[in-house]
């Protein structure tokens, strides 16, 4: 080979090279397309108020979701009293720049219309949200409907802790595909839900007979489901006032479906769309 026609390969290996990668795709050596990287979601995890031990929960949350989808966390806990109103709320944009809110809050006594509308815009304008138990009872007191209608169920009470038998409405849901048909958990607290809102989609349920008012008789009561909420979609389950319900992998895996869904990021068959998942492509 003379040394011209060497000179002369040379010069054409960038266009070799970037032939081949248009012919070839991008690939692993296996010849297998790998998936585009994705930022992970950000998170926003909102917490505190009484009965539930928020710094144990946040560790199980946010471990427990990013073992098994690509999510990055940023974490607000404020503790108080019934009536504390969390400080992260008195700015407007609290949500901008996050892709979904966990909520975790019990401050039941909160009245203050303003307040709360605050909490409410960014989720209308189609910041998604997953509502994790004592969300549901938070601003209770409120005599208007507007937090009802975001979390998509109306409570206002809850029965004596027992285990529960959830029982799975909607096995073909993909928040639900992987979820048993029936799961029985540790001793729980199931909340009365009074009310499932017209943009709410139920999609577990368990029963009980001493939850709402008088006379008892044995009734069955959401704990699962999803909703609509302006622009947002939102996830909600009334369970896990228990530590032992939310390290249990099935609650994991369950609302690490329902955040993923909530963003747009799961598929029909249940699993994480790519670049989602983790490194197993698995939740």
């Not at 060497?6 to 998936?35: E, K, M, Q, Y």
């Not at 995890?45 to 009965?51: A, E, P, R, W």
Request: glycine share 8%; net charge neutral; charged share 20%.
């Amino acid at each position: 080979m003379t040394m011209r026609l060497i000179l002369r390969l040379i010069h054409r290996l960038p266009l070799l090279s970037t032939l081949a990668l248009l012919v070839l795709g991008p690939s692993g050596a296996n010849g297998v397309a790998a998936d585009p990287p994705v930022r992970p979601l950000r998170a926003l995890l909102i917490t505190g108020g009484t009965y539930h031990n928020y710094e144990q929960q946040k560790e199980i949350l946010t471990a427990g979701i990013s073992a098994r989808a690509n999510v990055e966390w940023t974490v607000f806990l404020e503790n108080g009293d019934f009536s504390h109103k969390l400080s992260i709320y008195d700015n407007p944009d609290w949500a901008k720049g996050y892709d979904v809110v966990v909520h975790n809050e019990c401050f039941c006594d909160v009245t203050d219309h303003d307040f709360i509308e605050r909490i409410l815009a960014p989720h209308r304008s189609g910041i998604p949200a997953v509502i994790v138990h004592c969300t549901v009872h938070t601003f209770r007191k409120l005599e208007t409907d507007e937090w009802r209608e975001f979390l998509g169920v109306t409570s206002h009470q809850h029965g004596r802790r027992r285990p529960l038998e959830v029982k799975n409405l909607q096995p073909g849901n993909p928040i639900m595909k992987q979820f048993p048909l029936s799961w029985k958990t540790v001793p729980e607290e199931l909340f009365a839900i009074e009310k499932v809102w017209p943009r709410a989609t139920p999609l577990a349920m368990a029963a009980a007979e001493d939850v709402g008012q008088p006379p008892y008789t044995v009734r069955d009561h959401i704990v699962i489901w999803t909703n609509t909420y302006g622009k947002g979609r939102v996830f909600g389950t009334s369970m896990a006032h228990d530590n032992a319900t939310m390290q249990d992998p099935v609650y994991l895996d369950m609302v690490t479906r329902g955040l993923l869904w909530a963003c747009d990021k799961l598929t029909d068959g249940g699993q994480p769309k790519p670049g989602y998942g983790t490194k197993t492509g698995k939740p």
